[in-house]
């Protein structure tokens, strides 16, 4: 009977086990979409901020060439910030791993 019992909590544990596992799975997705739409949301953000400054006291001739580079430009430095980011929260995570 012990032995039943043993099983039983062992098959409940397993049980929860898995299911914890597939919600982590589950917040990683989210956590992934979240990051996918920040970056989104600050491309969007980027553009408009310079195409704001370009058309600032501009006539209405704007030239396209310079807003794109200039576009291009901020949007690397999003990535650099980004990535500064990226590798600085990894090495938080690491740092609390260890």
Known sequence: QSEKMLKGVVKEQEEKIFQL???SGEVSIL???IFHLTRSLQHAETEAKVLWEELRGKEPRVDTTHVQERL???QQVDKLRLTLLEK???RQMLSDKY
């Open 88 to 90: 600085e929260n990894e």
């Open 72 to 74: 291009l430009q901020q």
């Open 31 to 33: 956590k992934n979409e």
């Open 21 to 23: 596992i597939d919600k």
